[in-house]
């Protein structure tokens, strides 16, 4: 066995609350010590202290996402709750430096001993640290971690919480997602030296080398599917040559659909109602639906379920992975032949860059709004209309070419190298 090279790796840490920071850490697992992602919230032998803590964040996370649905007084409570995590207008540009109750709250948790445990069990071998949420950075610093700390950016744009209660003073550097979450740091008060442009770190499976090939191959055959009517390549033939090369005479897969749940399972009931939509077209075969419902089995069982009682058992593949690994390998996978991916707007955004039109499922929380209206302005997606009417309005935008823009948009803008310049960063 190859002797692991410290010098070459690091600490890289994750939280267990939805799917969005374990997703962002995934791609990095090849730099990771020991070859193994840590979920500061659940890691073998945390204090129980500490996970009570943890487990009620997430609780009141999931929870809320799934009583938004509630008329009346389940938005009212989760609008309440999200002020907290509220991302605020970025004009007038203004210091924002200013420290607010909810960064005050989690550093009271944290000077009281949550997270120490953590950070001591990371001092042998003290590694740079990578950490795609920002609780376990702060708990670092804090306890005086002796090695560089980075945070990963999940988002087109964070809320002050991001950001430690004295940035300027800080040891914390940033590895930003895009020009927006880049700037934003900077309006909250992180020194411009510590920020470093390096983009949201994607799947290697599906990027295929610095040079692109896997993502190039994949968006030229998706391409085909997105343009039926070939007006779009037509119109961009040399702008499509100038990036993908001469594309394929016929498509490697039948016009495929992927709807992502999120990690709380609030989408389920417009992912049903989009299939009853479509089934006419998924049983003719003139479409592919995938319906990604990560690790949750209770989500498998409903939509097996639901399949049979749709006479659809057989025509519609439920993706599901026993542990998150094993979600996520299968996931990266269905992506290569996916041709437009249905998601509420969360780290997922960021795909788009693969080539892979978003269409935009409606917003839980700030953060998302902010996603959304990334992705309207990199016109790598579009907002999903009336579900029950799918068939008709998502064929409408198929057949004027746009989603193949859209995919184009998304490769040609969205920045795509975060994993390697991640890589990059350690390794020097």
């Known amino acids: 066995m190859k002797e692991e090279k410290p010098s070459k790796k690091a600490w890289v840490v994750s939280v267990d609350m939805g799917y969005g920071h374990q997703r962002t850490a995934y791609p990095l697992r090849s730099i990771a010590f020991g070859g193994k992602i840590i ?33 009346f007084i389940g938005i009212f409570l989760f609008l309440f709750l999200d002020r907290f995590q509220k991302i605020v207008g970025y004009y007038p540009k203004r210091d924002m430096s200013k420290s607010n109750f909810g960064g005050k709250a989690l550093f009271s948790f944290i000077k009281k001993g949550w997270g120490k445990d953590l950070v001591m069990n990371m001092q042998h071998p003290a590694l740079p640290l990578i950490s795609t949420f920002f609780a376990p950075v702060f708990m670092a610093e804090h306890f ?30 940033y590895f930003a997602s895009n020009n927006w979450t880049r700037d934003r740091l900077k309006l909250y008060g992180v020194p411009p030296e510590n920020i470093i442009m390096s983009g949201y770190p994607l799947p290697k499976e599906n990027l295929g ?37 001469e594309l394929p005479k016929l498509p490697n897969h039948p016009l495929t659909i992927m709807f992502s749940i999120g990690g709380a399972g609030a989408q389920k009931e417009i992912a049903l109602s989009i299939i009853k939509s479509l089934k006419e077209k ?39 992975g026993k542990t998150m690994e094993e979600y996520f390998e299968a996931f990266n ?47 790598a997606g579009v907002l999903q209309e009336n579900p029950s009417y799918t068939s008709e309005w998502l064929f409408d935008i198929l057949g004027s070419g746009d989603l193949a823009e859209m995919a184009m948009q998304g490769f040609i803008e969205i920045e795509k190298m975060g994993t390697y310049n991640i890589e990059d960063i350690i390794s020097k």
């Open 39 to 71: 979920n500061a919230n659940n890691y073998p032998g945390i204090p129980k202290k500490d996970q009570e803590i943890w487990h009620t964040t997430r609780s009141l996370y999931e929870f809320i996402s799934r009583f938004r649905r509630i008329p």
């Open 333 to 379: 996978q269905a992506l290569r032949t996916t041709d437009m991916l249905m998601t509420k707007p969360s780290e997922l955004s960021f795909y788009a860059g693969l080539g892979i039109p978003i269409i935009i499922q409606p917003s839980i929380g700030s953060q998302e709004d902010f996603n959304r209206r990334w992705l309207l302005h990199t016109g």
């Open 209 to 245: 080398g610095k040079n692109l090939a896997t993502a190039k191959k994949d968006l030229g055959y998706r391409l085909l599917n997105l343009d039926p009517s070939g007006r779009y390549r037509q119109l961009y033939s040399p702008l499509i040559k100038s990036y993908l090369g």
């Open 282 to 320: 998924i049983v003719a075969k003139e479409l592919r639906f995938i319906i990604a419902v990560g690790t949750r089995p209770e989500l498998k069982s409903y939509f097996t379920d639901r399949a049979k009682e749709l006479e659809l058992d057989g025509w519609l593949q439920v993706l599901y």
């Open 144 to 173: 005086g971690y002796p090695n560089d700390m980075y945070c990963v950016i999940c988002d087109a744009d964070i809320a002050r919480a991001w950001v430690s209660l004295e940035p300027k003073k800080s040891r914390i550097k």
